[in-house]
Structure formats: structure tokens, C-alpha cells
């Protein structure tokens, strides 16, 4: 079992910045996959960002980006944090939607976090 707990959700206006984190209950190396997807009322969840290890033993592995997040939107993680970071720059407004971590073990099996709300407003 793997519990995420996010945060660093919020209000911004556009053309700012948030970080968001999601810390894991146990070690991230375990983890195949880490990833942020988003869903707004109505529409399917959707993949913002994941990175799989690729077994180098470093902080470093393979990303994946959304088209409408390329350039804008940096994945990362922190294996002795046990945490995976979303900066997302240049806000706009249709990227408010509710933010949610994604763990994806060797296994096959996903795990969510309960999500943080990212509301882009002037």
C-alpha cells in the first residue's frame, strides 16, 4: 500500500507559479511510476506529468508531458524526501482543475492522493 498526500494547491492569478508536492508513505524508489493528472467537473481525469524510474538510482527518470503543459510545467523528485514536485509555471486559466499524485507500483497497481484544488483567476 502507498498513501500521497498532496499540497501547494491554491489561487493565482495568471501567468504565475505553484509547486505542487506529493510526499509517499513509503521509499519512491518501490515505485514504478510517479505522476500528476487533473480532472475538472464533468471530464475524464487526465495525465499532466509522470516520471518512471529508470534505473539509474538517481532523482533523475524518464518524464512525460501533456502537449498543453510541454515548456511550462517541470516534474521532479526527491527519493530521500520520498516526495515528486510539480512547478507549474505560467498559469492560465484552463489549468484550474483538481490536482492529483498518482503512484503506479512494479506491479501494476495505481494509488491516488485526494487532490488539490489549482484555481488560475484574475
Known amino acids: 500500500q502507498v498513501q500521497l498526500v498532496e499540497s501547494g494547491g491554491g489561487l493565482v492569478q495568471p501567468g504565475g507559479s505553484l509547486r505542487l508536492l506529493c510526499v509517499a508513505s513509503?521509499?519512491?524508489?518501490?515505485?514504478?511510476?510517479m505522476g500528476w493528472y487533473r480532472q475538472i467537473p464533468g471530464k475524464e481525469r487526465e495525465l499532466v506529468a509522470s516520471?518512471?524510474?529508470?534505473?539509474?538510482?538517481?532523482?533523475?527518470?524518464?518524464?512525460n508531458y501533456a502537449d498543453s503543459v510541454q515548456s511550462r510545467f517541470v516534474i521532479s523528485r526527491d527519493h530521500a524526501k520520498n516526495t515528486v514536485y510539480l512547478q507549474m509555471n505560467s498559469l492560465k486559466v484552463e489549468d484550474t482543475a483538481v490536482y492529483y499524485c498518482?503512484?503506479?507500483?512494479?506491479?501494476?497497481?495505481?494509488?491516488w492522493g485526494q487532490g488539490t484544488q489549482v484555481t488560475v483567476s484574475s
Open positions: 513509503r521509499s519512491i524508489w518501490t515505485i514504478y511510476t
Open positions: 498518482n503512484a503506479r507500483t512494479y506491479s501494476d497497481v495505481d494509488y
Open positions: 516520471i518512471t524510474a529508470d534505473g539509474g538510482g538517481t532523482n533523475t527518470g524518464v518524464t
